[in-house]
């Protein structure tokens, strides 16, 4: 069986061919800035990625026609349980209207839809960044009208967690875990016995990080939007791309910061420990969600490569419980293996 799989990330795009559990090629396509710019909208830049990986696939002689199957990450769907969903029409029209907010893991759905019309395969994704399996408790924010939305990096975290299960001879559904995402953005949810019950939103909530503000004091924030200083397409973009540690430091590279932080820089070492405070003042914030009864806390995604990091958060939270450590993300494998299970009929795929 060979599954074509894509992950769209705001400045790449990653692709994998897998034949059953194995993956054959692993590449990432980066985009420029000046390349992303001629789009208005992030759907608007399906053609334009869909060339790449086509080239891609050329580039490791592999027809189109060789595919059985195509997986993509999900993006900002209507709340939804994890899971491995077909894509279909009213799938795509949402993400093509951007009904529940822009994201580059938007494209995933909206390109493997244009293979599988063309290959006539199926399409599929799997546990999009819309992923909502909150206690109803959780969803209260302190006004009516604004409810707290699960939008997290499900994907990675559900994918490591149950590696982390394997790893310790249990199953997923049995454990009471507590990951951290440390990416581009945070995620920091507790998983109960499989279920994703909190998480901070990560586009705007919990602990600042490498471009994202994350929670910030509300009536400042109130008072900023109002000052005329900026467009409410500035302040989103303030929030999402040029908040966090960029903000301070001018830079989204975490390794720059740290080698600063190492070299004396004091404003580099108190940003760095100003974020690894938020991260661990979360991290026990959710573990008050589980009554202080965790199995493991989960550190992953692209900061958790960093000793410096880890270190500083394992110091405030190892009395919580074990820590462990699963630096990078797992997306393709995740994918490829959430498409193989409906495939070779595991489980069913969920229609959206
Ligand atoms: N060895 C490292 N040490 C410190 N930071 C690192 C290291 N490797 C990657 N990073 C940082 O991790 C971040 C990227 O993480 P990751 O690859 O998980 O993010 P992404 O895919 O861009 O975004 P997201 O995970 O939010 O979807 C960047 O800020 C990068 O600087
Ligand atoms: C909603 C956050 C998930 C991501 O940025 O990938």
Redesign the pocket.
Same mark, same amino acid.
């Given at each position: 069986m060979k599954i074509l799989v894509i992950n769209p990330?705001?400045?790449?795009t990653k692709i994998a061919l897998y034949e059953n559990e194995t993956a054959t090629t692993e590449k990432t396509v980066r985009h420029s800035a000046d390349e992303l710019a001629e789009y208005q909208d992030v759907a608007d830049q399906d053609e334009y990625r869909l060339k790449h990986i086509k080239e891609t696939l050329e580039e490791i002689n592999v027809e189109l026609e060789e595919l059985d199957a195509v997986v993509a990450r999900g993006g900002l769907l209507r709340p939804i349980p994890g899971g491995t969903y077909k894509v279909t029409e009213t799938m795509i029209n949402d993400l093509k209207q951007a009904k529940y907010g822009e994201h580059a893991s938007n494209l995933g759905a909206i390109m493997a839809d244009i293979l599988s019309k063309e290959l006539d395969i199926p399409a599929y994704i799997v546990d999009p960044v819309a992923v909502d399996e909150f206690e109803d408790i959780a969803r209260y924010s302190g006004l009516p009208e604004l409810e707290r939305l699960s939008q997290s990096?499900a994907l990675?975290m559900k994918a490591v967690a149950r590696k982390v299960a394997r790893e310790m001879d249990r199953s997923y559904e049995d454990l009471k875990l507590i990951v951290a995402?440390? &990416?581009?953005?945070?995620?920091v949810a507790p998983h109960y016995k499989g279920q994703m019950i909190d998480v901070n939103n990560?586009n705007n909530e919990g602990p600042f990080?490498?471009?994202?503000t994350g929670t910030l004091p509300v009536y400042q924030l109130i008072q900023l939007c109002y000052s005329g200083k900026y467009t409410e397409k500035e302040m989103v973009e303030r929030v999402l791309k040029k908040g966090g540690?960029y903000a301070y430091m001018g830079t989204?590279?975490?390794?720059?910061?740290?080698e600063k932080a190492k070299s004396g820089d004091e404003q580099a070492d108190m940003v760095l420990k100003a974020m690894t405070y938020q991260i661990a003042k979360e991290i026990g914030a959710m573990a008050t969600v589980l009554n202080g009864e965790l199995d493991a806390i989960v550190i992953?995604?692209?900061?958790?490569?960093?000793q410096?990091?880890v270190d500083q958060i394992k110091e405030r939270v190892s009395f919580l419980g074990p820590v462990k450590v699963e630096? &990078?993300?797992e997306?393709l494998e995740a994918l490829a293996l959430g498409a193989l299970r409906v495939l070779n009929g595991e489980e069913t795929a969920k229609i959206y």
């Open positions: 990330g705001s400045t790449s990096h990675n995402h440390l &990416g581009s953005g945070i995620s990560a990080a490498t471009e994202r540690v989204k590279d975490i390794q720059e910061v740290e992953t995604g692209g900061m958790a490569n960093s410096y990091i630096a &990078g993300e997306e």
